[in-house]
């Protein structure tokens, strides 16, 4: 299963993007699709997680700012980032998981990753 991660770029405090994230593949089922984020020198984190029977998380961090969002017949996943912050410069990633064709294995895929960079 592949992911084209699409969005990010340089924003202005404040700001906002959003960010898309398509699996494609032989997929039988998605079971879930979040974004990562990693800043440098930091370890990757959880931006946000949702799966596509409706629960979604976040980190604190970006509680009330950021949404996730998925439409589950393109299998595709979109994080709307408002109110932006210098701390939010990160390079974000897509992640998937559920199971695939033809004999229904699971999979964990990531897609390439996008720079969103929060500056003036």
């Known amino acids: 299963v592949q992911l084209q991660a699409c969005g990010g770029g340089l924003v202005q405090p404040g700001g906002y993007v959003r960010l898309s994230c398509a699996a494609s593949g032989s997929i039988y089922t998605m079971n879930n699709m979040g974004w990562y984020r990693q800043a440098p020198g930091k370890l990757r984190e959880l931006v946000a997680g949702?799966?596509?029977?409706?629960?979604?998380k976040y980190a604190d961090s970006v509680k009330g700012r950021f949404t996730i969002s998925g439409d589950n017949a393109k299998n595709t996943v979109f994080l709307q980032m408002n109110s932006l912050k210098p701390e939010d410069t990160a390079v974000y990633y897509c992640?998937?998981?559920?199971?695939?064709?033809?004999?229904?294995?699971?999979?964990?895929?990531w897609g390439q990753g996008t720079l969103v960079t929060v500056s003036s």
């Open positions: 992640n998937a998981g559920g199971y695939m064709y033809p004999n229904y294995r699971a999979f964990d895929s």
């Open positions: 949702t799966t596509f029977g409706g629960t979604t």
